[in-house]
């Protein structure tokens, strides 16, 4: 069983390199959350307690951006719901109401556009 634990940690470790302080994460998404420049995001934007500034702001990143993939209400819809499915049950549930709120008003800016 040790064996097999430390076979996985150096097959985890081929595949993620340890990062600068030292640790090793077997999610993409870390590196995705380090890494990604897709978006240039407003510092703080999801600690933002009105919904429809973060979905403005979300749009408006996405609009600015050259790097994105889809439409620019794909990658703010995108961005949204990455973060909120990374922080998983660590959401406050006072936190993930505001934020899915944010997605409707993303949703009607798009539907007005």
């Known amino acids: 069983m040790v064996r097999q634990?430390?076979?996985?940690?150096?097959?985890r470790e081929a595949v993620h390199p340890s990062s600068a302080n030292g640790s090793v994460s077997p999610y993409w998404?870390?590196?995705?959350?380090?890494?990604?420049h897709?978006?240039?995001?407003?510092a703080g934007l999801f600690t933002?307690?009105?919904p429809a500034e973060?979905?403005?702001?979300?749009?408006?990143?996405a609009e600015m951006s050259r790097?994105?993939?889809?439409?620019?209400?794909?990658?703010?819809?995108?961005?949204?719901n990455?973060?909120?499915n990374r922080a998983g049950k660590n959401l406050p549930e006072e936190r993930k109401h505001i934020l899915e709120e944010a997605k409707e008003h993303?949703?009607?800016l798009h539907h007005c556009n």
């Open 48 to 50: 933002w307690n009105n």
């Open 82 to 84: 990455f973060y909120i």
């Open 5 to 11: 634990k430390a076979e996985k940690h150096r097959q």
């Open 106 to 108: 993303l949703r009607r």
């Open 67 to 80: 790097r994105r993939k889809g439409t620019p209400f794909q990658s703010a819809m995108s961005m949204l």
């Open 54 to 61: 973060i979905a403005r702001s979300l749009l408006r990143s």
């Open 29 to 36: 998404s870390d590196d995705v959350t380090r890494a990604s």
């Open 38 to 42: 897709a978006l240039d995001l407003e």
